[in-house]
């Protein structure tokens, strides 16, 4: 018998982020040594957890007997408590109708990505940029014009570049916001911008809003999208696993902002398609519906964390003698350049093979990340603080 194959389409399948953990498993088998690994966003792995009232909800769920299939769509509860908590936080106007509920922001992208597109279509998209945008794109035959954010401007998308890329086959504009990679938080002048220019081609908006209250400075929040929009229609994409510090509940949603109900044909077909996989975890989304009608205290003390630790790693990298970052408004990613004459893939596995550290190389993030770096400054500044001595010292062997 022969090897099976998988398609040329599954094979381009890649995710930086996680591929160098597998160089870093290497690594530690090889030297005994431990890795530190500043690569997944994820702050469950650190000194951070869901508010105690949530996981309380989520016992209870679950001892009350919510082990079923759940409706398609998600529960109607937690629907309505979407409704509610978009309406006080974003004051958007939206209808239980115009909610469904998704395994993480990831499905939703999936969704959306396998759903929305005929084969060739173009959806253009922030870069740098989350990875599975560009590659579950491809994956699902949709090409992904990488449109340009502006570094020396706190990474901004630059609105010149994405006019010149709208083509017939444009479909639809992403709006990452706050953004990761970068950690950039756009202003709602630059939102309203990429909105009336989706408005002047026919376009609609996708906004991934999931890091919203990780932001460090203003209002602490980052503007929302549908709420500046008017007629152009928007899909926002939320989800619980960042500010309400649930990764692997994989609790999320996406809503549509369409008063002239042009993406209904969608919608309905992004209906269908979940119906394909049954449903999402039942137990999580009562605990969902907790964190989202319950009190939003937790979120300061995340922020005054993070705060920390990103002012700790942003003074540090530009203090490192050829790299150079701009600030993160938001996230919990920072975004360095390296100047140093070595790229950045053989940048990262160097650093990995000389000091243990982990960070993903920014050509994963696209074309416009080529040349940097991601670190997630989530770890206490005890372990951030080792990692950029090491950083450093590295850094000065290179020269
Ligand atoms: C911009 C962005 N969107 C979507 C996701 C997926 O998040 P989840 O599926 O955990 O909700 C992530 C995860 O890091 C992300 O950074």
């Known amino acids: 018998m022969k090897k099976f194959i998988p398609p040329a389409r599954a094979q381009e399948i ?24 500043l690569n997944i966003g994820d702050p469950c792995k650190y000194d951070f957890s869901p508010p105690r009232h949530i996981i309380d ?26 409704v509610e908590y978009e309406k006080r936080k974003n004051e958007v106007d939206i209808d239980i109708s115009d909610v469904l509920v998704t395994q993480g922001a990831a499905e939703a992208v999936n969704t959306i990505l396998a759903v929305a597109f005929e084969n060739g279509d173009e959806l253009l998209i922030p870069s740098p940029t989350y990875p599975p945008y560009l590659t579950a794109a491809r994956f699902f035959g949709v090409k992904p014009l990488e449109y340009r954010c502006i570094e020396e401007e706190g990474w901004v998308p630059d609105i010149d570049h994405i006019r010149k890329l709208v083509s017939p086959k444009t479909k639809a504009i992403l709006i990452i916001n706050p953004n990761n990679p970068t950690g950039a938080v756009y202003s709602a002048k630059r939102v309203k911008e990429i909105i009336d220019l989706a408005g002047e081609y026919g376009l609609y908006v996708i906004s991934d809003e999931i890091y919203d209250l990780m932001v460090y400075d203003g209002s602490g929040k980052a503007p929302n999208t549908a709420s500046l929009a008017n007629d152009v229609p928007v899909i926002t994409i939320y989800s619980l696993s960042k500010v309400y510090l649930a990764t692997g509940w994989r609790i999320g949603y996406m809503y549509r902002h369409d008063p002239q109900d042009l993406l209904e044909d969608l919608w309905n077909a992004f209906t269908r398609f979940l119906m394909i996989r049954l449903s999402t ?4 989304q009562y605990a969902a519906i907790a964190a989202l009608r319950g009190p939003q205290t937790h979120i300061r003390g995340i922020i005054d964390k993070l705060r920390k630790r990103r ?20 996230t919990f990613y920072i975004f360095p350049r390296i100047n140093l004459g070595i790229n950045d893939n053989d940048f990262c596995k160097k650093l990995l093979w000389s000091t243990g550290v982990v960070v993903p190389p ?13 670190i997630v400054f989530l770890p206490p500044e005890d372990i951030l603080n080792d990692a950029l001595d090491r950083i450093e010292k590295f850094v000065r062997q290179l020269q």
């Open 362 to 374: 920014g050509y994963g993030f696209g074309s416009f990340g080529k040349q940097h770096f991601r």
């Open 281 to 284: 975890n039942t137990p999580a």
């Open 311 to 330: 002012d700790l790693v942003y003074r540090r990298i530009n203090e490192i003698y050829g790299l150079s970052a701009e600030k993160p408004e938001g």
């Open 57 to 82: 909800a989520y016992i209870e769920a679950l001892e009350s007997g919510k082990h079923y299939y759940g409706d398609s769509r998600g529960e109607k509860e937690l629907r309505e408590a979407i």
């Open 14 to 37: 890649r995710y930086v982020i996680r591929e160098i953990v597998l160089e870093a498993e290497k690594y530690e088998q090889k030297t005994g040594n431990k890795t530190i690994r």
